[in-house]
DNA sequence: ATTAGCACTCTCTACAGATGAGTGCTAACA
DNA sequence: TGTTAGCACTCATCTGTAGAGAGTGCTAAT
């Protein structure tokens, strides 16, 4: 267990570090006024926490730094929220200003006002579309063996696919199969699209319309939803003017796993609920030894919810960021909520 | 005017510094068996190549690197198209295997290959969506006061828009708007959309149906299709693989400007047909000193045509970018509008 | 238990000298 | 007269050394 002078001390060091990205000397520390110990009684603290592994010497006779023990000691116990400034708040609150419809656009906003209020990198997934429901379902031809398929959901979507028409069907039969599907799958989740798909040939089927079944198949090939995340970025070059990242080789790495995000896709589901920090090697599978992801979750309604992240280097700064995630993610869910109910109305 | 000596004296320093990014001595260039003369004979040469600017030195006593001048000389008057291996050929045709009907698709492979086979950065314009034509109009009300406009054009492609009705229509309005409309627009360019909007209005003025005009006025505001480059990129950090840009200041420059090329609309228009190559400070209202810009044009039928970058080093590779440009926007030509054709038959 | 003092370690910077690649110029050569 | 060999010179780069500065660990005094 660590004393309460140790708890001071390790705190003031991460905090200072975080602050100057430069190994804290016991001198240095001991001239901070929360600080009232002299500098050898701080290196005695010092190496004990040293030899406790929350610290660490970057050289034999260099100040410390802190390790990821320490790190992870810091966030889950010395970490106090930052006040956010009004001024700041009000920034984050300006997205939702305009009275946007399109979460899309909202998304993609929060993203930049995220990354430039912390001077990171924000990554944050888009709804999942899959989770919307079916309002219309319409096809427009465009050759003799080819349409487009489009899906509106009630959030105001637009999904759309071309496909082929196997044979030469006439303009009815193609409307036939319209008021069909339109009676059978409005309301449907687009998750469900599918296997309600497969209903409908049932139903086709059990009509003696048979001779849509081609058609369907082929429609129903084409309008696989994959749960495609998509990922909106703010900030990507936010990252390079953080001092760890002087070395190119380091940079290209963190920017080539970025353009790779989504073939990651356990990275935002796995975590739970609420406010989550994963911290250099833990997310080593990833390779980015160097950097620290926060992420937090928030929630649209009772069935929705979505991700927003923070990416920075180990040394980022745990107060502010978490308290930043913080108030967005609660502005989030308020205000997607309020637009998806708004639709539901 | 040059002498033979010194255009193949020019054009294999070139050559070897494209190659080795070093600057090259006298010496090191009597080595090669394309040049059979001594040291001194070359350092005289490179000492008028000097004089007259195509060449420079980075101190008093180093090799010579080409300057900008010696770079545009070279590109304009000793650039021998480099072949382009089977193989290479094989892997740009491999784009078209799957006979996608997609563009954007297409595109978005184009360019992930031909940043794999240049190693710097490769740029495309989407096509232009408002040279294409609407195929069908329609509304799909949301709720009481919003609604999402689609149009799908005669390519297959889809734009929708949310939109506020402005007062309570009834479905049977909207239908019947969409039906004038309909008749109306149908074979419109979407850059003529706007003008053509205003010519329903006055033809619904005529009909006496003023009651729409609302309606119409706020879907006319929704409707604003952007002159919007899409911009897809392939290979965003191959240029950080470039030994140019191993100093992070530079690099971040050059990060930033590509995230913001759509803000820089002229880039492409402004070029001519067929190839065209941009040295160094000749691209130097974009921030871009160190880099070189060769972009492409290609047809598709009579009406539309695309633009294809690729951005590197002013040290990059001419002869091969230039021949694989070439080899992928004939390419390009020929199957997007083999692809357009059949959509119009 | 805390702190002052001291010897020690390690990094960083500056400076000097050696090395080597390259140049310009001049004189000899074909 | 064009080409080349030779030579003195320049400059970047590397190496080694010395000193400053920041920090540490340990010990003894408070």
Redo the contacts with the bound molecule.
């Keep these: 267990m660590l004393t309460n002078?140790q708890l001071l001390i390790l705190q003031v060091t991460v905090d200072d570090f975080i602050d100057t990205a430069?190994?804290?000397?016991?001198?240095?520390l001991s001239k901070k006024e929360e600080v009232?110990?002299?500098?050898?009684?701080?290196?005695?603290e010092?190496?004990d926490l040293?030899d406790m592994g929350y610290l660490e010497?970057?050289?034999?006779?260099?100040?410390?730094v802190p390790s990821e023990k320490g790190y992870r000691y810091y966030v889950d116990n010395l970490l106090t929220p930052q006040m956010i400034s009004k001024e700041e708040i009000k920034q984050i609150r300006s997205v939702f200003e305009e009275r946007k419809v399109e979460t899309e656009q909202i998304i993609r906003k929060s993203a930049n006002i995220l990354s430039e209020l912390t001077s990171y990198t924000s990554i944050m997934l888009g709804l999942d579309v899959r989770k919307h429901r079916v309002k219309r379902f319409s096809i427009v031809p465009l050759t003799d063996d080819s349409a487009v398929a489009i899906i509106v959901t009630d959030s105001g979507h637009v999904e759309n696919r071309v496909f082929t028409i196997p044979e030469a069907f006439t303009a009815s039969d193609i409307e036939k199969m319209v008021n069909i599907i339109n009676e059978h799958l409005v309301g449907v989740y687009l998750h469900e699209l599918q296997m309600k798909l497969e209903a409908v040939t049932q139903f086709v089927l059990r009509q003696n319309n048979g001779r849509l079944n081609d058609l369907i198949a082929s429609l129903n090939q084409a309008l696989v939803i994959e749960h495609e995340d998509k990922v909106y970025y703010g900030g990507k070059m936010q990252l390079l003017s953080q001092p760890e990242f002087n070395d190119v080789e380091k940079a290209k790495n963190i920017m080539y796993w970025m353009e790779h995000v989504n073939e990651f896709p356990g990275l935002f589901h796995l975590n739970k609920k609420g406010i989550n920090i994963s911290i250099g090697s833990e997310n080593n599978q990833f390779g980015m030894n160097n950097c620290s992801i926060i992420t937090a979750s928030y929630d649209i309604g009772k069935e929705q919810s979505g991700s927003i992240a923070i990416i920075g280097p180990t040394r980022m700064d745990y107060k502010r960021v978490v308290s930043l995630l913080d108030v967005m993610s609660g502005d989030l869910s308020r205000e997607l909520s309020r637009i998806l109910r708004s639709q539901h109305e």
Excluded: D, L, W
Excluded at 36 to 42: E, H, M, V
């Design positions: 002078r430069q190994p804290v000397g016991s001198r240095q009232p110990f002299s500098p050898a009684t701080i290196r005695n010092m190496a040293e010497k970057t050289h034999t006779s260099s100040g410390r």
